[in-house]
Each structure stands twice: as C-alpha cells, then as structure tokens.
Nanobody
Framework: EVELVESGGGLVQPGGSLRLSCAAS????????MNWVRQAPGKGLEWVSA????????TYVERMKGRFTISRDNAKNTLYLQVNGLKSEDTAVYYC??????????????WGRGTLVTVSS
C-alpha cells in the first residue's frame, strides 16, 4: 500500500532552517506530482507547495516564495522541502501528500503522518 513517511522536523530558532524529507513507497513515485501541506496549531490545513514528476516545475503559496524550496529525488523515492528564514508563524505539522495524477492541481489522495516544525526562541 501507499506509504509516506515525513522526517526532519524539530525545534528551531527564528531565522533558522530545516530540510524536511518524505520517503515514499507503494506506488510509482516518478509518475506523480507531490505536495507539502501544513497545519498550524488550532488552524486548518494549508497547502504549501507542489512539484511535478521530473522536479523541473514547482509552485508555492506566493508569500513563501524565496524561503521555501521543494525538490525531489526520484532515484530515492524521496520528496524534500527546504525551509529557510523560519518565522514563528511557520510552526506547524508538515505533511507530504501524493497527487492523484501527474497534474499539480489534481487534488491529493494519500498523506503521511506529518513532521512537527516548531519555531521558537
């Protein structure tokens, strides 16, 4: 079955950086667009970023451009999110999610359990 396992979260200082990872299995990773979604404490889900099959096309929430970078390594079946210049409002559980197809905006059908990022001094 499809499995997505996030890692790399933790406690960081404001202005710090992290690289989140998502190990994928149970499907042909290279055939699907992938996403990162987050949920801040007490708030709803917020889509963050997506990447196409070969990693050459990426998209972000506008205010995150320049700080967040999504990437993938298809040989390792792994999705990444590099987050720089972290702010307190970035505190959230970050989930990776599989798109329904190769399309970037086709919805998501499988989710990982998430990894918690806490930004605090």
């Amino acid at each position: 079955e499809v499995e997505l396992v996030e890692s790399g979260g933790g406690l960081v200082q404001p202005g710090g950086s992290l690289r989140l990872s998502c190990a994928a299995s149970g499907f042909t990773f290279v055939n699907y667009a992938m996403n990162w979604v987050r949920q801040a404490p007490g708030k709803g889900l917020e889509w963050v970023s997506a990447i196409n099959r070969n990693g050459l096309v990426t998209t972000y929430v506008e205010r995150m451009k320049g700080r967040f970078t999504i990437s993938r390594d298809n040989a390792k079946n792994t999705l990444y999110l590099q987050v720089n210049g972290l702010k307190s409002e970035d505190t959230a559980v970050y989930y990776c999610a599989k798109s329904r197809s190769f399309l970037l905006y086709d919805g998501m059908d499988y989710w990982g359990r998430g990894t918690l990022v806490t930004v605090s001094s």
